[in-house]
């Protein structure tokens, strides 16, 4: 009886911060923004937006109450079934990485690049984690050249979120690859193209 007891405790608890954090709340104030707001909570200010359905930003008024959602980690699913837990690092290289290989794109475009990493990771033909997938020799040239950015734009982060939410505009593509400037034609022979999104064919 003590056990289901401490038991029944332990899941009103857990239940109850859950609550409390789902409840989170931010009273706009004087030179607030949503870009700022957002930043402060860790999330694109887009998804802010959305959540509190907001339709224009630039309108934001002094005293308005806005819900901050809970924030829990993304998870993929690997190809042997275990789980990967995305790291708020993660998150931020993947974003790096979709700025310097598709900061010229839509953000469909950006999110496709972010697709394909993901993608890679979920494939047993690729590394298991997002960091090893986008440091593995001679994938991606801004890694090679150590030419990842320090600071991205939101979009980037906007992208990597709707990709780690399940958006693919590929369609499940596992590389990419921009046919005007890329210097490896011979092997993009070899791979079928599923998808063109602005300047890049995605293939498999």
């Known amino acids: 009886m003590r056990k289901i007891l401490v038991t029944l405790a332990l899941v009103l608890l857990f239940t109850g911060m859950v609550s409390a954090d789902e409840a989170r709340t931010y009273t706009v104030k004087p030179g607030d923004t949503l870009s700022e707001i957002a930043q402060q909570y860790g999330m694109p200010w887009r998804e802010l937006a959305s959540y509190n359905k907001i339709t224009d930003p630039t309108r934001l008024q002094i005293g308005t109450v806005l819900r901050i959602p809970s924030k829990r980690p993304y998870t993929l699913t690997l190809s042997d079934g275990t789980f990967y837990v995305v790291s708020d690092e993660d998150t931020e290289l993947l974003a790096r990485l979709v700025y310097a290989e598709a900061r010229g794109e839509s953000l469909e475009g950006k999110t496709a690049v972010a697709a394909v990493v993901l993608n890679r990771v979920r494939s047993s033909k690729f590394p298991?984690?997002?960091?090893?997938?986008?440091?593995?020799?001679?994938?991606?040239?801004?890694?090679?050249?150590?030419?990842?950015?320090?600071?991205?734009?939101?979009?980037?982060?906007?992208?990597?979120?709707?990709?780690?939410?399940?958006?693919?505009?590929?369609?499940?593509?596992?590389f990419f690859y921009n046919p005007s400037t890329t210097r490896n034609r011979e092997f993009w022979e070899t791979r079928r193209v599923i998808k063109q999104i602005g300047n890049h064919n995605f293939a498999i």
């Open 128 to 174: 298991n984690s997002i960091y090893e997938v986008i440091h593995e020799p001679g994938q991606f040239t801004p890694v090679e050249q150590n030419q990842l950015p320090t600071h991205v734009d939101e979009t980037c982060r906007d992208a990597v979120i709707r990709a780690l939410q399940g958006e693919d505009p590929t369609g499940g593509a596992l």
